[in-house]
T-cell receptor
Framework: EAGVAQSPRYKIIEKRQSVAFWCNPI?????LYWYQQILGQGPKLLIQ????????DSQLPKDRFSAERLKGVDSTLKIQPAKLEDSAVYLC?????????????FGPGTRLTVT | GIQVEQSPPDLILQEGANSTLRCNFS?????LQWFHQNPWGQLINLFY???GTKQNGRLSATTVATERYSLLYISSSQTTDSGVYFC???????????FGAGTRLFVKA
């Protein structure tokens, strides 16, 4: 079974530029998550989708971050414009369902550096 | 919201030693996961353990939900066990997952 796929793996941009990340979850997984992990910290949930609907986006900085999952499968996360403090690893995860029990599986992440 | 505390924050072991990592949480939970983040950043599922005890090779985990803690045991540690170990629980009354700050483990050869 293929795991969660993410691209690109690395990205370096200058502040005020825009960037987009892509995630393809495990086949059949209804729930998709985007996390931000700053160096030395645990992952922080940015947004959670159930199929193509948003379950939680309370920690998404909506003035600069956006995410979509139009067909309920793959997803993109965009940052526009980027700030220095956005430098982090962006992790995508998926699970069969939002309901209990759920076990999340993570992709390899995208390491973003904003200069 | 729920608070998750992991201890110790850092741990250095000699290869072959055993260790216990702890995860305390401030509210009742209906699931809990342990992850290992390897030096390349990949988060690997270790256990999904809302309660009880599970074992997988040299690793085992126990969650005592009524007392709001979980333990991860690593026996006969190997250098490949190095990395960061996270526990994660759902936000009280919601679906958002909250991660602890992690335990950074370094196993010396």
């Amino acid at each position: 079974e293929a795991g969660v796929a993410q691209s690109p793996r690395y990205k370096i941009i200058e502040k005020r530029q825009s960037v987009a990340f892509w995630c393809n979850p495990i086949s059949g997984h209804a729930t998709l998550y985007w996390y931000q992990q700053i160096l030395g910290q645990g992952p922080k949930l940015l947004i959670q989708f159930q199929n193509n609907g948003v379950v939680d986006d309370s920690q998404l900085p909506k003035d600069r971050f956006s995410a979509e999952r139009l067909k309920g499968v793959d997803s993109t996360l965009k940052i526009q414009p980027a700030k220095l403090e956005d430098s982090a690893v962006y992790l995508c995860a998926s699970s069969l369902s939002t309901g209990v029990p759920y076990e999340q599986y993570f992709g390899p992440g995208t390491r973003l550096t904003v200069t | 919201g729920i608070q998750v505390e992991q201890s110790p924050p850092d741990l250095i072991l000699q290869e072959g030693a055993n260790s216990t990592l702890r995860c305390n949480f401030s509210d009742s939970v209906n699931n809990l996961q342990w992850f290992h983040q390897n030096p390349w950043g990949q988060l690997i599922n270790l256990f999904y353990i809302p309660s009880g005890t599970k074992q997988n090779g040299r690793l085992s985990a126990t969650t005592v939900a009524t007392e709001r803690y979980s333990l991860l045991y690593i026996s006969s540690s190997q250098t490949t066990d190095s990395g960061v170990y996270f526990c994660a629980v759902p936000q009280t009354g919601g679906f958002k997952t909250i991660f602890g700050a992690g335990t950074r483990l370094f196993v010396k050869a």
